[in-house]
Every structure is written in C-alpha cells, then in structure tokens.
C-alpha cells in the first residue's frame, strides 16, 4: 500500500491552506513584533502605521473582546503583548490592509516605545533566579546516593543539546471569515484544531460551538504546530471578528523562524556509577530546560524528558530532577520526540563518558545494560513485550558490529587525515499522551447510499500518511475498496474536543476508533443481510466488496447491500469513541502505567571525518526497528528514515542561535543548515525486526512517527568516535551539534585555545 497523497502533491493538486481560494473583500494581516527581548511595553504609536496605503485597521491587546490568554498549560501567554514584552518576535499589534505587500509595507511605520530590562537566555542562569515555569520533579527508583557508595566507578559530567528549528516547508498560516450569529470559521494549518478553537473562543469570549476549525493537510507540523499554530489561528479570527471581513495572515519563512519556539535545549548534570562488570548501578541527572518566555507544553516536554531519562536501560537506582527554566526567547515547544532526545543524549553521554574513561567500547555497556521483559522503568511500568535485546543483537549481527570496528580500527590506523568512527544506538519509546485524558478520539464514518463512505476522525494529515492509513482500516474493516473511502477534512464540527495529532499516537487512536465505526457498521449490515435473505448471521462474509454467505445471491454487492439497507431504514452512520486502556499515572508519586506501549530498535552508524577541514559524511546507518505487524510498510519505513535523517540534523548541523539579546541569529536558510540530499547517509538500511506488535496498536502495527528520531543520536556519538581516534583522550564537551566547527575544536583543541585568547585580546 502506498501513501495516497504523493502523487497529488507532486501535480499540484493537494490543497493547502495557502490554495484556499479567498473570498471577495479578504484582508491581510501582518504581525507587528517585539524589537525587544525583554521590558516595559509603554506605549505604540499607530499614527503614521494608520495612514499608510492599504491599511484598514490596526489591532492590540485593547481589541480583544474577550480574554487576552492563549496559554494551555498555564496560562502565561498573551495573544498580543500588554504591559511588557518577554521575547524578540512577541506579536504586538496585528496590521490589516488590503493586500499583503501594504500590512508587511506599514508595520515599518509602528513605533513601539519600550523600557528595557535584564535579558536573560540561559537555563542555568534562569533557574538560579528562580525564574522557573514550574515546580521541578524529581522521578526517583530505588536509592541512587546510597548504590553510588558500592559502586566499583563512578563518573560525572555536563551535557548539552542545542534547540531545532522545525523548518516544515507550509509556514504558519491561518484564514478566518466571519459566520452568521456572530461567529468565526478559521481554515487552519494546525496540528490541533480543537486548540485552536478552544483559544479562539476565550480570546473572542465566545462558546466553542461558534467557532469552527478546518484543516485539510499541512505541509508538515514536526511539533511545531501542535500548539503554536494558536496564536496565528487567533489573530486571523480576531481581526475577522471585529472587522467583520475575511482575514488572512501567513508567516514568510523569516518571520516564522523568529517568531515560533523550537525544540527546547537542555542542559544537564549527571551522574552514572558502574560495578565492575559494567553494570550501570546507579544514575542521577538534572535537566534544565531552556522553556522561553512562557510555558506553552514545557511542563509537559519535560515529563516526557522524566520518561526516558534511562532510554532502553534498565537502572536500578536512578534519581532525576528537570527544571523548566524561563528565559527572555520565543516560547519553545513540541518538536518530534518532545523532551525524549533530550533525556536519551545525556544517558548515551554518561555511558559514553564511562566508557571512554574504562577504555572500553561504549557498546558494551550499552549492551550489557539493556531492559528485558519485566524490568521496572524508573516511573514502575514494567517492560512488556519488550524488543531491546532483539533490536540489538539483531542489528549487531545482521549489520555486522564487529566486522565493521575491524575495518574501521584497520582504516584508522593506515590513515593519517581521515578518520572513521561508529556508534550503536539503542531506542526505547513511549507511545501515548504522558497526560492520560489526551489518550482519546472519536471516529465519524458515513456510508452514502452508493456504498461510498466519507471518515471524519480528530487525526491531521501531516505528510505522515495517516489517512492512508485510516483509509487502509476501513476498506479491510468493511471488506470493500479503498477507492471508495474518502478521508474528510478534519473540522471541530464533525469530531469534537479532540487531542493535537502528536504522541505518535495519531493513527493508533483514529485507526482505533475508525475500526470501532467501521466494525458497528459491518456488523448492522451483516443483521441486515442475514434478515434479508434469512441466512444465519454468523456465516456471512464481506470480501472484495462481495456478500458472501451459503443463500446470499451470487450478484448480492457491497451497493446492493448499502441500498437493500437504506430502504429498510438501517442507519448508515456510526460514531465511535476509542479511549487507549490501561493507562494511568498518578502524579503526586511520579508512578504509574503512562503508556500503552514501547517501541525498540537499534541502529549502528559510521562516519568520516576529514580531520584537516572538520567536515564529515556520515556513511551509513543501518536500523533493526520495531514496527510490529506494519500494514502500511513503505509509510512506515519512510517514516524511520525520515525521523533518522531529521534526527541526524539535529546532532549534527543544525544550531540555532541567538545573541545575548534575544535576537536570532540563525534566522533563515543562510545561517541555518539543514540535512539536504548532499548530507544524509548514503546508506540509511530499514530492517524490519520480527515482533508481535502490540494489542493497543492499529492492527498491531506500532507507532512510528517520533521513535526514529532517536536514531540520530548515534551519529553525534559516532562523530565523537572519529575525532578521537584522531586525538586520543581530547576532553571533547559533550555538547550537540556536532557542527563541523565543533569537530575542529576537538581534532585541534590547542587551535580552539589559541583562537579563544586571542578574541580575548581583541576585545
Ligand atoms: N504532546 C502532549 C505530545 O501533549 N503530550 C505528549 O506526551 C506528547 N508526546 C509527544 C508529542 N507530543
Ligand atoms: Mo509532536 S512533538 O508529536 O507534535
């Protein structure tokens, strides 16, 4: 089965919100942003922005009819600046003029007069002022002060990951017209369309059940819209709702990366101690997440960060701390794996330091501390069905780990200028919202009286492939074809009060709740027919849009069945609810049973580096991965590979950067370097690992949108292999990206000194 949209989107004619066609009299808005990271928000002065060609209307914070809130979490985040402004991008005002050329042309004209204060950007910095989102939690197992005492070494260290820019190709966009009895429809590129309607209906103090969201399909979300497609979605439909016209507000490229919070850094403490055979005994980590200037999903980032601080290891003293910090940057946010990558590096670098202080592979600790069926993670759900020898020692075998060090060791040794190294990276992953209430959704499946079928869920089409995959349920579900499905847009209307498309959870939930529909259908149909012809019901088949049954008709379709049915008044129309079971977790002790399930794998990657320029290919990656029973594998597998290469950018190239003012520094294509087809991996192998699956995925076949992601921490960890096996024993700071810069710094640490004095000097 093959994505149904691909072909679409290569002819032009997948619809995004930017094809929307616009009605007549539409305005366009332009976002007036904070020149300043941090201050006193004394006063605007509109007049000239006013009387500029094309310009309709101004809007702040005055404007709003309702609450100016649009915080989820907590409730922290103005939709337009009041008093003060708290990052460098914060919208302001909103411009509505009559083309977009004119609202971009008179935000110039706005003078915004501002008192500054004390900026801060750093986590640390932040948490030493008490400046935290909030409270810390600690996820404790066992007792780790104590275990460090019998422990034969033990090791301590800093780790550091840099922010991701979500870089999705459709920027942020929202269109709002005004409906009649005073209420705002709003075509929206979100990732969740009942945020958005919850936000606008506070922000306008109006009943959700005025506002209707749509969205069609985006051209990628990455996190990055699940919730910060709110704040565009609420300006579009604010100004339609106070000027009563259509308005249409899109980010250009620059304005989204100054504006839009990204994958949150971290910085951390830890703490790992070893008996001596390589166990890992005991582990202790602080996080300090660098949030930005409002919570946004911090708080909840950072749980899922609590969640995989042991990564696929089984440790049975673990103590760890997370901090949201707040600084003076534009709130951060979900970006695929949502605080998981963070807590895995800094596992993955506490072995690595041990490691490298035993003088022994970081692999065989990896290898000797891996979880197996029953193992406690730290917050006491047990491992089940769990994957993470198989992965390993699958990957191990069938990539060949110790022929390749052979090779790779016999490389190093007759050349001088390139080094090569390798990494083993082991991935563990939760798949459900960590907030248990989230893990809900319903289905709405229509079987018009052609025996056509129309679904509506909550699941938002991404570029994931998921409604292929609902798609897939169904038609196997009713027994017909898929080209008789269409996937609905999804609206708040149809399906209410739904969860973002994230988690990876998205096609487990929708696909659960279509099959429920679809099943409900099938089974009302089969009554139908067996009382028709007066078969017994629980011989009767539908296959390839065919009844069959010993006294059905030979001829007897799928249509004649739907239009049989129609005439004797069975209902067409079901809507299910699926809600995942048996998952809880209980807060006040940090324990419980927050997933449905765990998806494994493993992946080994090599690397070259030139150790005269620092510049590096990474050579292959090779991954055994956990897909259960995929039905869906050429998604799935695009999907691993995807996640790898977007994960390998994240470790790699990718360094956002801003100054100690707030301001952006990597704020377009320029400055801001992405995996493009000259950096992936020229080998990047998908195996798929022989696994059951699991009961609470979509016929078995696991989630697979965040887990590969992971995989990329191999390459940072097989980078730092390289440089060392160029500069025995350099103290490289475990630190990501590994930008080439970096990788120059630790194969010449004495180039870095000397370059450092020396702007010392100059300064
Ligand atoms: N969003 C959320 C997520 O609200 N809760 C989660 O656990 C989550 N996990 C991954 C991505 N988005
Ligand atoms: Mo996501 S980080 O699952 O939107």
């Known amino acids: 089965m093959n994505h149904l949209d691909p072909q679409r989107h290569v002819r032009g004619e997948s619809q995004y919100l930017d094809d929307v066609p616009v009605q007549q009299g539409t305005l366009y808005a332009a976002v007036y942003e904070s020149p300043l990271a941090h201050g006193v928000l004394r006063g605007l002065d509109l007049s000239a922005a006013q009387k500029a060609p094309g310009v309709v209307r101004i809007l702040t914070a005055a404007d709003i009819p309702g609450r100016n809130q649009i915080g989820g979490i907590v409730p922290d985040e103005p939709l337009l600046a009041e008093g003060h402004v708290h990052f460098r991008g914060q919208p302001v005002a909103l411009v509505l003029a009559r083309t ?63 922010g991701q820019e979500h870089l999705y190709i459709e920027t942020q966009a929202a269109y709002a017209y005004p409906t009649e009895l005073g209420g705002v429809k709003i075509i929206s590129s979100t990732q969740g369309p009942t945020a958005v309607q919850r936000h606008c209906a506070v922000v306008l103090g109006l009943g959700m059940h005025q506002i209707e969201v749509d969205v069609t399909r985006l051209g ?33 490229r620059m304005a989204d990366m100054r504006m839009t919070g990204k994958r949150h ?32 999903l911090s708080p909840a980032v950072l749980e899922r960060t609590l969640f995989h601080t042991t990564n696929a290891y089984c440790i049975p003293n673990v103590t760890a701390t997370a901090n949201s910090c707040r600084t003076n940057l534009p709130p951060n946010t979900a ?35 891996l ?14 069905m769990c994957h993470a020898e198989q992965a390993w020692d699958t990957a191990a075998e069938l990539f060949d780990l110790a022929g390749e060090r052979a090779a790779i060791a016999q490389f190093n040794q007759r050349n001088q200028l390139f080094k090569k190294g390798l990494a083993m990276m082991p991935i563990c992953f939760g798949i459900s919202f960590t907030k248990t209430f989230m893990n809900q959704t319903r289905a709405l499946v229509h079987i018009y009286t052609d025996g056509s079928v129309g679904i509506s869920t909550g699941a938002v089409e991404m570029g994931q492939g998921v409604n292929t995959k609902i798609a897939q349920v169904a038609a196997r579900t009713l027994g017909i ?70 006294g059905i008709p030979a001829e007897t379709t799928w249509e004649k069945l739907v239009s049989s049915a129609f005439v004797r008044r ?127 995925a979509i016929l078995r076949a696991k989630a697979v949108g965040e887990p590969p992601l992971m995989y990329g921490i191999g390459a940072y960890f097989a980078l730092r292999d390289a440089v060392r096996a160029f500069q025995p024993g350099v103290a490289l700071p475990l630190v990501a990206p590994m930008t080439p810069e970096r990788v120059l710094g630790g194969l010449y640490p004495e180039f870095v000194a000397v370059a450092a004095a020396k702007q010392v000097v100059a300064e």
């Open 220 to 252: 990628g979300g990455f996190g990055g819209k699940e919730d910060q497609a709110t704040p565009w979605g609420c300006l579009a439909a604010l100004g339609a709702f106070v000027v009563k016209k259509p308005v249409k507000l899109v980010l250009d």
């Open 481 to 550: 074809s898929i080209a008789r499905i269409k996937i609905e847009t999804t609206n708040t209307t149809r399906v209410a009060n739904t969860s973002p498309s994230a988690a990876s959870a998205t096609a487990d939930l929708n696909g659960k709740a279509t099959e429920m529909a679809c099943q409900a259908l099938r089974e009302r149909l089969l009554r139908h027919a067996s009382a028709e012809f007066a078969v017994d019901y629980e011989g009767i088949q539908i296959e390839n849009e065919q009844v069959l049954a010993a």
């Open 335 to 369: 970006f695929r794996g949502f605080g998981g990558p963070q807590g895995m590096f800094v596992i993955e670098s506490a072995i690595t330091k041990a490691a490298e202080e035993l003088g022994v592979p970081p692999s065989k600790i990896q290898r000797r501390n």
């Open 570 to 696: 069975v209902a067409l129309t079901e809507n299910a609810h699926y809600a995942t079971p048996g998952v809880h977790f209980d807060a006040s002790v940090e324990q419980g049973h927050p997933f449905a399930y765990h998806v494994y794998g493993t992946a080994l990657t090599t690397a070259t580096v030139d150790c005269l320029r620092g510049t590096y290919t990474i050579d292959a990656v090779r991954i055994a991965h956990d897909f259960g029973q995929s039905f869906s594998p050429a998604i799935d597998r695009g999907q691993i590979e995807g996640g790898a290469v977007q994960g390998i950018g994240w470790m790699t190239l990718e360094e956002v950067s801003y100054n100690e003012e707030g301001r952006l520094i990597s704020n377009s294509l320029n400055s801001y370097k992405i995996p493009d087809l000259y950096s992936v991996p020229a080998v990047l192998d998908v195996h798929f690992l022989d696994t059951p699956g699991h009961p609470n």
């Open 100 to 162: 977009e050329r004119q609202a971009h042309a008179a935000l110039k004209f706005i003078k915004a007069d501002i008192e500054p204060l004390a900026i801060i950007t750093d986590p640390r910095e932040a948490a030493a002022q008490g400046e935290l989102i909030v409270p810390p939690r600690t996820f404790r197992i066992g007792d780790s002060a104590g275990a460090f005492a019998g422990c034969a070494y033990v090791f301590e260290g800093v780790a550091e990951t840099g």
């Open 371 to 384: 979880l197996r069926e029953g193992d406690l993670f730290p917050y006491r759900q047990p491992a089940e």
């Open 265 to 296: 850094p971290y910085s951390s403490d830890f703490k790992i101690g070893l008996s001596q055979d390589l166990k890992i005994m005991a582990y202790e980590v602080t996080y300090y997440q660098n949030a930005g200037a409002s919570a946004d």
